[in-house]
């Protein structure tokens, strides 16, 4: 099962959602106003989730008269719209999880959404963020394997750690062999695939992976 999550983010920032519409087991999450553009673009969500604040009375009546699994909440709450949707999702132990329209807008908002990476990690779930030019994930110390992708010319690694040990890049423009990545630093920032698969690896530490192009 896969699990698609959209929230209201700017429109422009959204790919084209029906790229990632390829199976039947797939459940569709509507955040807020993303609950509409998904509407909007004839993907019908099975569930949705906000306090909906930030679209009108009939918008909200529209969704709410629909066959769709409402969560509604108050306004005054401790956790995000977001939040709320992936804990949900989480729970239903999918293989993967995409969020999108979580990039642009409100810069609190965004930085929140990239951290909510960190819950993945507890249950060892694929998730990722994306949007028009990125695609984000976080990682735990291992080895993965990388494939080229005609989307994305870029791969960043930042450390989410004070420092991420023993970091490996094969068959990268810039290759590295257990090298010592600090926070703030970038040293693995805008490298690239030279093959059309390679690999990445470290010892200790959390990494977040950026695929993006300009």
Not at 6 to 18: H, Q, W
Not at 64 to 72: C, G, H, P, T
Not at 106 to 122: A, F
Request: proline content about 3%; charged content about 25%.
């Amino acid at each position: 099962m896969k699990i698609s999550i959209v929230a209201g983010g700017p429109e422009y920032l959204i790919p084209d959602l029906k790229h990632y519409d390829l199976k039947r087991d797939h459940i569709w999450i509507g955040v807020d106003r993303g609950t509409l553009f998904l509407l909007k673009n004839d993907i019908f969500p099975q569930h949705a989730f906000g306090d909906f604040d930030s679209i009108s009375d009939d918008e909200r009546k529209s969704i709410l008269d629909s066959s769709i699994i409402v969560n509604q909440y108050r306004s005054e709450k401790d956790a995000t719209d977001m939040e709320l949707a992936l804990e949900w999702a989480l729970k239903q132990n999918p293989e993967q999880i995409l969020i999108f329209g979580a990039t642009g807008g409100r810069l609190d908002h965004e930085l929140m959404n990239i951290q909510l990476l960190y819950r993945s990690l507890r249950v060892r779930t694929d998730v990722k963020i994306i949007d028009n030019r990125n695609e984000i994930s976080l990682h735990l110390p291992g080895c993965y394997d990388i494939e080229q992708d005609h989307r994305y010319s870029y791969i960043s690694f930042l450390a989410q750690s004070e420092e991420v040990t023993g970091i490996t890049l094969v068959g990268f423009k810039y290759p590295l062999e257990q090298a010592k990545l600090q926070a703030g630093s970038s040293l693995c920032v805008s490298n690239e695939l030279v093959n059309k698969s390679g690999t990445y690896s470290f010892d200790s530490g959390i990494i977040l992976m950026v695929k993006s192009r300009d």
